[in-house]
Antibody, heavy 118, light 108 residues
Framework: EVQLVESGGGLIQPGGSLRLSCAAS????????MSWVRQAPGKGLEWVSV???????YYADSVKGRFTISRDNSKNTLYLQMNSLRAEDTAVYYC????????????WGQGTLVTVSS | EIVMTQSPATLSVSPGERATLSCRAS??????LAWYQQKPGQAPRLLIY???TRATGIPARFSGSGSGTEFTLTISSLQSEDFAVYYC??????????FGQGTKVEIK
């Protein structure tokens, strides 16, 4: 059974940094395209970043230059390093895997809440 | 950026009735369209991909149709567990995938 478990969220002041983790089981992170998708309180879904199986990375314009996606193959874990955080980054952050037949998301973690506030 | 517009924002339906949700893309996304269900406090769950293919374990009462810019999710006979928010997502313009703003299906 595939499981994705996020951690690392919390309350952080504007301008601060936070690193999110997504630990996978029943699934190999390095063999898949892995994304972070976020959801601001009471709002819709927004794609944030992706790392391809080959290692290429891409970011939404809203986080480019501030967020970095990476993975640790030995730990089968995906990360999102978030720097220069802003109030508008407040959201639940989900890790999600690409589907077998296209760039939709078939497996999702339960999410971790990041609150940026002074 | 491809903008996805869902309608209506809220749909009030009685259990056992049919629900029809719409999703429109600002430009053609071919059949690269997925639908998700999200309940409060939970992660989204994949229902439909390729505009019309049900994901593993999804009941047959969920069906998707459309191509290009106009798409529909139909729930043939609403069950109590189907009251939730539904999102469409285009993945034609990968990696810049985009979601609609959601349709809330509530009990009438």
């Amino acid at each position: 059974e595939v499981q994705l478990v996020e951690s690392g969220g919390g309350l952080i002041q504007p301008g601060g940094s936070l690193r999110l983790s997504c630990a996978a089981s029943g699934f190999t992170v390095s063999s898949n395209y892995m994304s972070w998708v976020r959801q601001a309180p009471g709002k819709g879904l927004e794609w944030v970043s992706v790392i391809y199986s080959g290692g290429s990375t891409y970011y939404a314009d809203s986080v480019k230059g501030r967020f970095t996606i990476s993975r640790d193959n030995s730990k089968n874990t995906l990360y999102l390093q978030m720097n220069s955080l802003r109030a508008e980054d407040t959201a639940v952050y989900y890790c999600a895997s690409r589907g077998r037949d296209g760039y939709y998301f078939d497996y999702w973690g339960q999410g971790t809440l990041v609150t940026v506030s002074s | 950026e491809i903008v996805m517009t869902q309608s209506p924002a809220t749909l009030s339906v009685s259990p056992g009735e049919r629900a029809t949700l719409s999703c429109r893309a600002s430009q053609s996304v071919s059949s690269n369209l997925a639908w998700y269900q999200q309940k409060p406090g939970q992660a989204p769950r994949l229902l439909i991909y390729g505009a019309s293919t049900r994901a593993t374990g999804i009941p047959a009462r969920f069906s998707g149709s459309g191509s290009g810019t106009e798409f529909t999710l139909t729930i043939s006979s609403l069950q109590s567990e189907d009251f939730a928010v539904y999102y469409c997502q285009q993945y034609n313009n990968w990696p810049s995938v985009t979601f609609g703003q959601g349709t809330k299906v509530e009990i009438k």
